[in-house]
């Protein structure tokens, strides 16, 4: 039986790749790590072409099971002999990165005994350790005194919710008004009826799965991608599709996506346009209205997340990109995920959906058999923040907050640890660093033993990949974050030298 392909990689395309990568290596190195994770100084022409390969699948922009081009068409894109690809090929096959078959060619895969990151979540995270400085958190404390001033004013709204049955499953039609004119203000005319009020943005992406797309099916997913969003939906039986960040901080591969979206035809797609986690790219206009473009042309419902869309540090000097959910007009292909967890406070656990009004009643109908509605008071809080300037202040103070501790993580990184490749994001929660050649995964796992706890590259990916890649988030105030850089430079140069034993597994949680 022939394998199911995720996708089909044409030999130009692969050759753009490989010379991107070849162009970009690592500091001193070819950046081409051996399978150990430690630099290679020189090599020949196959083994080079071989390492780019496994290196184009280890960080993600190459997926699992993607078919490769005929090794004759791959030595004419690349201007080597046909020996060199052979070559290159039987390596990687006797290593387990690709898999081969007379009649159907070769495809991309994973060795089976490379260790993969755990898939579960623990339901708490470690405590009890006051020196622990965990860095598993893309969240922070409520601004000012912001959190007390909406719950007080919530309590004195309370009343007249309170002598109804307080069941909304649709939310509050106070909030869903509030949330609807803030869309408005943004330049996406929005109706209280395109709201539904979630228990969080997972509330709302597990309910818009529920309705969409049944165990079985395929959803398109950045790569790397939100480590919750990827666990939810492998747990909801679904088939990812991984598809490939484009370089640096400029968003999305668009010729990636309208091959993902047509080759594969998913059901759903989930994307973060506004400040990726964990990433940080910031997608521009025009690649939004084509991802729209490809979504309609394909028949997939694109599940754009907005929870850090507030979180701008550095305008842009044209302005704002416009929200994805405005290039969507009739609101045939775009379902809008917010939340006030990233702006405000992740102990607020209300998330919202908005999509076109036939689409919210089908998720409102289809909430009986999840959680009814969310909390009734935390719905109140934040109606009080948006209904007034609380909302505005808190954004404001949230930027201030982030900005200085990224620029405080920023310098501690440069002055640590030099050799860590990294583009600072203009917004967002979290920076994407590579690891100097080395092993996120072990560094992760030292660390912890040295009193940081790090989420490791590979949490973000599909079958192992980005093991070369820590997420850091801006959490930290800057006296903390250098201590935090500090001791993971002590655990790179742990994992540089050999010097790793035995230890537990970092734990799982992450926000």
């Not at 070559?87 to 060619?105: K, M, N, P, T, V």
Request: contains cysteine.
């Amino acid at each position: 039986m022939a394998p199911v392909w995720t996708s089909t990689i044409g030999a130009p395309r692969l050759a753009r790749m490989l010379s991107a990568r070849s162009a970009d290596p690592e500091p001193g190195t070819t950046g081409l790590p051996e399978p150990t994770g430690r630099p290679r100084r020189t090599e020949p022409a196959y083994r080079s072409l071989a390492d780019g390969i496994r290196m184009l699948v280890a960080e993600g922009r190459l997926p699992t099971a993607a078919r490769l081009p005929a090794e004759r068409e791959l030595a004419a894109a690349l201007s080597v002999s046909r020996t060199t690809v052979a070559a290159a090929f039987q390596r990687l096959r006797a290593e387990g990165w690709i898999a081969s078959r007379r009649g159907s060619g070769s495809w991309t895969t994973v060795p089976a005994g490379r260790p993969l990151p755990s898939r579960g979540l623990d339901p708490l995270p470690p405590d009890g350790d006051p020196g622990l400085i965990d860095l598993g958190y893309a969240a922070l404390p409520a601004p000012g005194d912001l959190l007390v001033r909406a719950f007080t004013g919530a309590l004195d709204a309370l009343p007249p919710a309170a002598r109804t049955h307080g069941d909304f499953p649709a939310g509050l039609p106070a909030l869903r008004e509030a949330l609807a004119d803030r869309y408005t203000a943004r330049g996406v005319p929005t109706m209280p009826e395109q709201i539904m009020v979630t228990t969080g943005a997972m509330g709302g992406l597990a309910a818009v799965r529920r309705l969409f797309a049944p165990a079985g099916e395929r959803i398109a997913v950045e790569h790397p991608s939100y480590a919750n969003v990827l666990q939810l939906m492998r747990q909801s039986g679904l088939r990812l599709v991984p598809v490939a960040m484009g370089e640096g901080l400029a968003g999305w591969d668009l010729p990636a996506w309208r091959a993902a979206l047509r080759d594969s035809a998913p059901r759903l797609a989930y994307v973060v346009a506004d400040y990726h986690n964990p990433t940080g790219a910031l997608a521009p206009d025009e690649s939004r209205r084509q991802l729209v473009a490809a979504s309609r042309s394909s028949g997939t419902v694109l599940i754009v997340d907005e929870t850090m869309a507030d979180l701008c540090l550095d305008p842009p000097p044209d302005g704002p990109p416009l929200p994805v959910a405005a290039l969507d007009p009739g609101g045939a292909a775009v379902v809008t995920v917010g939340s006030a967890s990233k702006t405000f406070w992740a102990g607020l656990r209300i998330g919202w959906v908005r999509a076109a009004p036939e689409l919210i009643r089908r998720l409102v109908a289809g909430r009986a058999h999840a959680d009814l509605g969310s909390p009734v008071l935390e719905q109140l809080a934040l109606t009080w923040l948006l209904s007034g300037d609380g909302w505005d202040e808190a954004v404001r103070l949230r930027r201030d907050e982030v900005r200085t501790n990224r620029d405080a993580l920023v310098r501690a990184l440069r002055a640590h640890l030099p050799d860590w490749r990294f583009e600072v994001p203009s917004g967002g929660l979290t920076l994407w660093t590579r690891t100097g050649g080395l092993s996120g995964s072990r560094i992760a796992e030292t660390g912890e033993r040295l009193g940081v706890r790090v989420p490791s590259g590979p949490r973000f990916g599909i079958d192992g990949a980005f093991d070369g890649h820590l997420r850091l988030p801006f959490t930290l105030p800057p006296a903390v974050a250098g201590e935090a850089v500090s001791r993971l430079a002590a655990a790179a140069r742990m994992v540089a030298e050999g010097r790793v034993g035995t230890v537990g597994a970092p734990g799982d949680y992450i926000a």
